[in-house]
T-cell receptor, first 112, second 112 residues
Framework: KQEVTQIPAALSVPEGENLVLNCSFTDSAIYNLQWFRQDPGKGLTSLLLIQSSQREQTSGRLNASLDKSSGRSTLYIAASQPGDSATYLCAVRGGATNKLIFGTGTLLAVQP | DAGITQSPRYKITETGRQVTLMCHQTWSHSYMFWYRQDLGHGLRLIYYSAAADITDKGEVPDGYVVSRSKTENFPLTLESATRSQTSVYFC???????????FGQGTRLTVV
């Protein structure tokens, strides 16, 4: 059974810092991995999707990497801003179905 | 409005009552999903659908019923609500196998 873990569970950084969020999964046979952002009381906003054949994806200040063999993905946020404060979730799609298995998230607080 | 919408956004119901949560998407996506989000458990899949009239169980289907008579709608029914079904429910959709999933804003359900 696929299990997805995100470390740390919470992170507080001063504005301007570069930071890395981690996501690990137990079964390397995934189709793709997706990073989401969730603001309090809101839905999930898709940030980046990495296919299993890709090593990384970039969108603005965000860069996500994928190492399938080691079961890891990282989300790198450059020059963090208070507006980046949110919960970040990773989800993997594995097997023949389209089910996404989620990690429990990292709560990020960027202090002004 | 284009996108994926859930209704109602908030619902309070009594134990034993039947309640239906609605999900509507305007993209004609093939796949639709229902998740629940609880503290300590993250997002867990309840049911999903690969196309109209095709549904399948997820991780936590007990006590829930779904139907998909039209591609754009995927209602979730709690046949006899219990307090343990108090949660935030999210609907999601995606078009094909290797595309990203999009989420609705969620329905906060309280069973008293």
């Amino acid at each position: 059974k696929q299990e997805v873990t995100q470390i740390p569970a919470a992170l507080s950084v001063p504005e301007g810092e570069n930071l890395v969020l981690n996501c690990s999964f137990t079964d390397s046979a995934i189709y793709n991995l997706q990073w989401f952002r969730q603001d309090p009381g809101k839905g999930l906003t898709s940030l980046l999707l990495i296919q299993s054949s890709q090593r990384e994806q970039t969108s603005g200040r965000l860069n996500a990497s994928l190492d399938k063999s080691s079961g890891r993905s990282t989300l790198y946020i450059a020059a963090s801003q208070p507006g980046d404060s949110a919960t970040y979730l990773c989800a993997v799609r594995g097997g023949a179905t389209n089910k996404l298995i989620f990690g429990t998230g990292t709560l990020l607080a960027v202090q002004p | 409005d284009a996108g994926i919408t859930q209704s109602p956004r908030y619902k309070i119901t009594e134990t034993g009552r039947q309640v239906t949560l609605m999900c509507h998407q305007t993209w004609s996506h093939s796949y639709m999903f229902w998740y629940r989000q609880d503290l300590g458990h993250g997002l867990r899949l309840i049911y999903y659908s690969a196309a109209a009239d095709i549904t399948d169980k997820g991780e936590v289907p007990d006590g829930y019923v779904v139907s998909r008579s039209k591609t754009e709608n995927f209602p979730l029914t709690l046949e006899s609500a219990t307090r343990s079904q108090t949660s935030v429910y999210f609907c999601a959709s995606k078009s094909q196998d290797y595309t990203e999933a999009f989420f609705g804003q969620g329905t906060r359900l309280t069973v008293v």
